[in-house]
């Protein structure tokens, strides 16, 4: 759902809300299970910067099936 992914963007940008990992996590994964690609992106990205290779191929691919299909590019090197 797009609310939870823009309430998930604003507390890791820290935008309106104290900036709070956690609780982006956790609007960002609510999202990503309703269907909304772009948060399964986003998760996909931070699981990226975070190493977490294999956690990052499953949100990117995820996303990919829900339809944002930016994440392939991020996918083509794993």
């Known amino acids: 759902m797009e609310p939870q ?3 998930g963007a604003m ?6 809300v104290p900036k ?3 609780k982006a996590l956790q609007y960002l ?3 990503s299970a309703a269907g909304e690609g772009t948060a ?7 699981k990226l910067a975070e190493r ?3 956690a990052a191929r499953r949100h990117m ?4 099936d829900q339809g944002t299909y930016v994440a392939l590019k991020e996918l083509a090197p794993m």
């Open 52 to 54: 977490d290779y294999t």
């Open 29 to 31: 994964e609510e999202a």
């Open 40 to 46: 399964s992106w986003q998760l996909g990205d931070i």
């Open 11 to 16: 507390y890791l940008r820290g935008d309106v």
């Open 61 to 64: 691919e995820l996303s990919v």
């Open 5 to 7: 992914y823009n309430l």
């Open 20 to 22: 709070s990992q956690e």
